[in-house]
């Protein structure tokens, strides 16, 4: 199983980017999906997550910005991210939790400066 990670980059403060997630090979059952920043000396924290239902849960630092989204047919999550700040700067992370395990992506950089 594999996620791969796109979409990261170099953006202005107040941009938009969207970050995408497709997971690959034999996959049971997927329970949710969701995207994880860690910034330089910082730990890894909770960006967004959804579940295969549709329920979706976000930080307090993302909520009105950002928005999650779930092609269950594709197994693809993606991050539309909006409004973006410079304290938005960080790797971002894809993961996935099936009934059997929990997978993740390698990261992608976001970098929100002017």
């Known amino acids: 199983v594999q996620l791969q990670a796109s979409g990261g980059g170099l953006v202005q403060p107040g941009g938009s980017l969207r970050l995408s997630c497709a997971a690959s090979g034999r996959i049971s059952t997927i329970n949710t999906m969701g995207w994880y920043r860690q910034a330089p000396e910082k730990e890894r924290e909770l960006v967004a997550e959804i579940t295969s239902d549709g329920s979706t849960n976000y930080a307090d630092s993302v909520k009105g910005r950002f928005a999650i989204s779930l092609d269950n047919a594709k197994k693809t999550v993606y991050l539309q991210m909006n409004s973006l700040k410079p304290e938005d700067t960080a790797v971002y992370y894809c993961?996935?939790?099936?009934?059997?395990?929990?997978?993740w992506g390698q990261g992608t950089q976001l970098t929100v400066s002017s």
């Open positions: 993961k996935m939790v099936t009934t059997a395990y929990d997978y």
